[in-house]
């Protein structure tokens, strides 16, 4: 079995952390670590199988490391089996896996095989699970905005209390789309939780280069839409502000904008393969990203302090999560490729 790529070092033991909630729910928050983890090693296993070529991973493959807490701590607080519904953009693995679909469908679907769950149809960039409320991961920029706000308007219409979260990244905000959406949204007051992934680049271009004004949550103030900022390494911080923030859009139906600060650690897309990233940014960044910002061992070292992680219970998720990975990733070898007449159903043409 691989080393964990996700063990970080030995937590400094320090006693109470102020920035822990005041109810830390301590087993809602294992969780959470444990989803994490997992996400981080499946998503580690599908670089590596990119790049080993002989598992059928075809075209783009998205990685999410380094983003963990948004959808971990934002899927944790919505009701998917209430009618929540979230949609999100190509990076979008996480967004099932959060929601719990099965790893080893997600896994088959990025290998292009039957049994993942657009049955090898869509590839990495379109997991979906509509069944966990997931409508789906979308290729075009900011190309789910505009659905997210249908989906919200299906909320509004059948006069429900649901919410609906549209996960887009800095990139998708200089699309026409995404402002018409926003505009309506906010005029008719459409439940849908805007969450920017702000990870400071689009592709090679940094936001200081692609923003007239790189100040991107005060965008949203032309809508007049509320709009909060967050650190979205801080699984506890995420979590808790958008659980109450979520709680709130059922009692008093209105969009919200959420701009969470995070990185991304692996090139845009598996054939960027960093080397030319010295272009647009440098080894020492992702490096120093890494080694102080990074979701899991920020959330470790909290729940080290406050005494429910130990490191033996560290280690043992960290290799169940391995082993995980390797079993989605053997599913999906063992997996048939779709038949050719299976190629054209379900496909608009
Ligand atoms: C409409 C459109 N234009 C261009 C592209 C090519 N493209 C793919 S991803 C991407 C960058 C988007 O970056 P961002 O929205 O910040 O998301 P991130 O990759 O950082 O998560 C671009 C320009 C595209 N897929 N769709
Ligand atoms: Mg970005």
Do not use: W
């Given at each position: 079995m691989a080393k964990p790529a996700s063990s970080v070092q030995e937590a400094p033991a320090t006693s109470a952390d102020p920035a822990l909630p005041g109810n830390f729910?301590?087993?809602?928050?294992?969780?959470?670590?444990?989803?994490?983890?997992?996400?981080?090693?499946?998503?580690?296993?599908?670089?590596?199988?990119?790049?080993?070529?002989?598992?059928?991973?075809?075209?783009?493959?998205?990685?999410?490391?380094?983003?963990?807490?948004?959808?971990?701590?934002?899927?944790?607080?919505?009701?998917?089996?209430?009618?929540?519904?979230?949609?999100?953009?190509?990076?979008?693995?996480?967004?099932?896996?959060?929601?719990?679909?099965?790893?080893?469908?997600?896994?088959?679907?990025?290998?292009?095989?039957?049994?993942?769950?657009?049955?090898?149809?869509?590839?990495?960039?379109?997991?979906?699970?509509?069944?966990?409320?997931?409508?789906?991961?979308?290729?075009?920029?900011?190309?789910n905005v505009p659905i997210a706000l249908g989906l919200g308007w299906k909320i509004k219409y059948s006069g429900g209390n649901q919410v609906c979260a549209c996960f887009f990244g800095d990139g998708s905000m200089n699309q026409g789309g995404f402002h018409e959406s926003l505009n309506m949204a906010q005029l008719y007051k459409v439940p849908v939780l805007f969450v920017l992934e702000n990870n400071g680049y689009a592709m090679g271009t940094s936001i200081e280069r692609s923003h007239a004004n790189p100040d991107l949550a005060s965008r949203v103030e032309s809508y007049a839409m509320e709009h909060h900022t967050i650190d979205g390494q801080d699984i506890f911080g995420v979590h808790e502000q958008v659980a109450k923030i979520v709680e709130s859009?059922?009692?008093?139906?209105?969009?919200?904008?959420?701009?969470?600060?995070t990185y991304r650690y692996h090139g845009h897309g598996a054939a960027d393969t960093q080397v030319t990233q010295v272009t647009y940014r440098s080894k020492e960044e992702v490096e120093q990203m890494k080694s102080t910002r990074d979701p899991i061992m920020l959330c470790e070292q909290k729940m080290f302090a406050a005494g429910v992680l130990s490191a033996e219970l560290r280690d043992k998720i960290h290799y169940e999560a391995v082993a995980a990975a390797e079993a989605a990733l053997k599913f999906s070898d063992d997996s048939a490729n779709p038949t050719p007449d299976e190629l054209l159903k379900d496909v608009y043409a």
């Open positions: 729910d301590a087993e809602k928050y294992l969780r959470f670590y444990e989803q994490m983890v997992h996400i981080r090693e499946f998503e580690e296993l599908c670089d590596r199988a990119f790049r080993q070529g002989t598992h059928g991973i075809g075209g783009y493959l998205h990685l999410y490391s380094g983003e963990e807490a948004i959808a971990v701590g934002i899927i944790g607080a919505m009701d998917v089996q209430g009618g929540d519904s979230f949609i999100g953009h190509y990076r979008d693995h996480a967004y099932a896996l959060a929601a719990g679909s099965p790893p080893g469908q997600v896994m088959a679907e990025i290998c292009g095989k039957i049994t993942g769950c657009s049955k090898g149809k869509g590839g990495s960039m379109h997991i979906c699970d509509a069944k966990l409320g997931f409508y789906g991961g979308y290729g075009i920029v900011g190309g859009m059922r009692t008093n139906p209105r969009p919200v904008f959420l701009e969470m600060k």
